[in-house]
């Protein structure tokens, strides 16, 4: 069965340093999404992708965050700069159309020191 | 304020008992609903979803989930739980403001299942 993946599974970063988080989403889908979650709190959306470009972000994703496709694989999150704060589950996920349900990957854990 | 409510952190049952998590939502219009399972160390999986139609919804692992309108929730539900259903559960919401799903995720409840 087709699914999302993610790496690195864990990521340690000093803070200030720039990481990139990635995603293959399922081949065939054409929607993109990043979501975090910091420790004990709600998964919360950050940022969905299509056709190239970002389509809806949420007040978190700042200028800090950026998003790409590469190539016709891989989906990355970029964090320029990270903060003590940007600690958290990091999880991609992709679905076939826009309204529809989406596919999550297992996660990467971002720990910023 | 728009929000998706699970009242309950954490819950307990004994194995064989019957579950029920509650997940209340706040958007103007009726969202589309969905309930997600996260077992430790892995990703999110989809138990069921509502977009229309039935309200009751039957979902993978014996899950299943009705939605009510009047109440403005979508709470899900098994007959009889097993011990390998120990995991976190997020019920989460497309509320249909935005021209993608970018859903909105309640803060999870915490199942706990005594042998």
């Known amino acids: 069965e087709p699914e999302v993946t993610q790496t690195p599974s864990h990521q340690v970063t000093q803070m200030g340093q720039e990481v990139i988080l990635r995603c293959v989403p399922i081949s065939n889908h054409l929607y993109f999404y990043w979501y975090r979650q910091i420790l004990g709190q709600k998964v919360e959306f950050l940022v969905s992708?299509?056709?190239?470009?970002?389509?809806?972000k949420s007040e978190i994703f700042d200028d800090q965050f950026s998003v790409e496709r590469p190539d016709g694989s891989n989906f990355t999150l970029k964090i320029r700069s990270t903060k003590l704060e940007d600690s958290a589950m990091y999880f991609c996920a992709s679905s076939a159309q826009g309204r529809n349900e989406q596919f999550f990957g297992p996660g990467t854990r971002l720990t910023v020191l | 304020a728009q929000s998706v409510t699970q009242p309950d952190i954490h819950i307990t049952v004994s194995e064989g008992a019957s579950l029920e998590l509650r997940c209340n939502y706040s958007y103007g219009a009726t969202p589309y609903l969905f309930w997600y399972v996260q077992s430790p160390g892995q990703g999110l999986q989809l138990l069921l979803k509502?977009?229309?139609?039935?309200?009751l919804v039957q979902g993978i692992k014996g899950f299943e989930a009705e939605f009510k309108r009047s109440q403005s929730s979508f709470n899900l539900r098994k007959p009889s739980v097993h011990w390998s259903d120990a995991a976190e559960y997020f019920c989460?919401?497309?509320?249909?403001?935005?021209?993608?799903?970018?859903?909105?995720f309640g803060a999870g409840t915490r199942l706990t299942v005594k042998p």
């Open positions: 509502y977009f229309s139609g039935d309200t």
């Open positions: 989460a919401v497309d509320p249909l403001i935005t021209n993608n799903n970018d859903m909105r």
């Open positions: 992708f299509y056709n190239n470009e970002i389509s809806e």
